[in-house]
């Protein structure tokens, strides 16, 4: 994560096959709007929920590129629950615990970063992109 510091960092745990799958695009437009401000999105690739993350990792950058025309990061497939959660997964999960506490409950939950590297706000997995804007726009203006 040290390569995007001072950057403004959302966090999607993401999958390909889910109904909110349709979110690549709008996480794409944000990238694409508010890349210059430092905005960059991060997408963690996650099986854990209903098995809606089946491929390697070639496959999902293929399905996301081809499908969403994704151009932000996409990181190898990681768990975001229980003993093997990935390290950054764990730290947003304490920091901003969600209705279930500390677990993620579905697919494209998202968390900002402040450009200090601090989490600012979770949004569930039924929050599109488009909602999110006014409140990634005022945090790139901090």
């Known amino acids: 994560m040290a390569d995007y510091a001072g950057k403004l960092v959302l966090v999607v745990n993401t999958a390909s096959h889910c109904g909110f799958?349709?979110?690549y695009a709008g996480l794409e437009a944000l990238n694409k709007k508010y890349t210059a401000q430092g905005l960059v999105v991060l997408g963690f690739p996650c099986n854990q929920f209903g098995k809606q993350e089946p491929g390697g990792a070639d496959e999902i950058a293929q399905t996301c590129h081809i499908n969403y025309g994704v151009s932000f990061p996409m990181f190898g497939k990681v768990e975001v629950n229980g003993a093997n959660s990935h390290p950054v997964f764990r730290?947003?999960?304490d920091a901003l615990p969600g209705v279930l506490g500390g677990r993620i409950k579905w697919n494209?939950?998202?968390f900002l970063i402040g450009r200090d590297g601090k989490p600012l706000k979770r949004f569930a997995p039924f929050t599109k992109p488009e909602k999110m804007e006014s409140v990634i726009v005022a945090a790139l203006e901090l």
């Open 21 to 23: 799958t349709p979110q």
């Open 91 to 93: 730290y947003l999960k």
């Open 108 to 110: 494209f939950t998202k």
